[in-house]
C-alpha cells in the first residue's frame, strides 16, 4: 500500500533553533507539495515541485524557510531560525500530474502524509 | 481575489441521516474539484472529484454535485456513520494546470450517535 511517509511526526524545539522536515513521496508520482496547517489559517501551500524542479515557493517567508528535493525520493523542508509562530502541522503531499488527450487540462489529485506536527517554544 | 470558500464551519447530523456538505468557489475557469476528509491527527484523504464537463457524480455513499451557473459544490453522505465524523474540504484546479489544488477552510462534520 504506497503511502507518503514523513518524519519526524511530532517536534518540540526552541525559537532559533533549525528544524529539518522529511518526506518521502509515493514512488512514481512527480508532483511534491508541502503544506502547512493552523486552526487560524486552515490549509496554505507553502511550496511544490515537479520533477524536483520548485515551481512555486510564494507561500513561504524566505528569509527563514526552504525546500528541496535531493532526490526523487526526498524533500526536505527547512526553519531556520524557528519562532513560535511557525508552530504548526506541516504536510506533504505527492501526486503525478498528467497530461489529458484532446488538449484537455490536466489534473492533480494529492496525497496527503501523515503530517509533523511542530510546535516552537 | 479568487478563493473557495464554505458556508457552513461545524455541521451535527444525526447517525443514519443523510449530511450536506457545501462549497462555494469564484473562479469561473477551475474545472477539476476535490472533495477531501481529514480525521483527527491524520492527513487529508480523497473522497472524491469531478470535473467541470459533469453535474454529478456519486461513489460508495457520496454523491459530489456541482452547479457551476452558481459557482457551487456540495457533497452528500448518505446514513451517516460515526466514521464519517472529521473535517471536508473542497479544492479547487485551476485551469492553467500549473497550479495547484486551493483549499477551502474545511467544515467540521460531528455524528451523533
Known amino acids: 500500500d504506497a503511502r507518503v511517509t514523513q518524519t519526524p511526526r511530532h517536534k518540540v524545539t526552541e525559537m532559533g533553533q533549525e528544524v529539518t522536515m522529511r518526506c518521502q513521496p509515493i514512488?512514481?508520482?512527480?508532483?511534491v507539495f508541502w503544506y502547512r496547517q493552523t486552526m487560524m489559517q486552515g490549509l496554505e501551500l507553502l511550496a511544490y515541485?515537479?520533477?524536483?524542479?520548485?515551481?512555486?515557493d510564494s507561500g513561504m517567508p524566505k528569509d527563514r524557510f526552504s525546500a528541496e528535493m535531493p532526490d526523487a525520493t526526498l524533500a526536505t523542508l527547512k526553519i531556520q531560525p524557528s519562532e513560535p509562530r511557525d508552530s504548526a502541522v506541516y504536510f506533504c503531499?505527492?501526486?503525478?500530474?498528467?497530461?489529458?488527450?484532446?488538449?484537455?487540462?490536466?489534473?492533480?489529485?494529492?496525497?496527503f502524509g501523515p503530517g509533523t506536527r511542530l510546535t516552537v517554544l | 481575489g479568487e478563493s473557495v470558500g464554505l458556508h457552513l464551519p461545524t455541521l451535527s447530523v444525526q447517525e443514519g441521516d443523510n449530511s450536506i456538505i457545501n462549497c462555494a468557489y469564484s473562479n469561473s475557469a477551475s474545472d477539476y474539484f476535490i472533495w477531501y476528509k481529514q480525521e483527527s491527527g491524520k492527513g487529508p484523504q480523497f473522497i472524491i472529484d469531478?470535473?467541470?464537463?459533469?453535474d454529478k457524480r456519486q461513489g460508495q455513499r457520496v454523491t459530489v454535485l456541482l452547479n457551476k451557473t452558481v459557482k457551487h459544490l456540495s457533497l452528500q453522505i448518505a446514513a451517516t456513520q460515526p466514521g464519517d465524523s472529521a473535517v471536508y474540504f473542497c479544492a479547487d484546479h485551476r485551469f492553467s494546470g500549473n497550479t495547484p489544488l486551493v483549499f477551502g477552510k474545511g467544515t467540521r462534520l460531528s455524528v451523533i450517535a
Open positions: 514512488l512514481g508520482h512527480n508532483t
Open positions: 515541485f515537479r520533477n524536483r524542479a520548485p515551481l512555486d
Open positions: 469531478i470535473r467541470s464537463n459533469m
Open positions: 503531499a505527492s501526486g503525478l500530474r498528467r497530461g489529458l488527450a484532446g488538449g484537455e487540462s490536466s489534473y492533480n489529485e494529492q496525497f
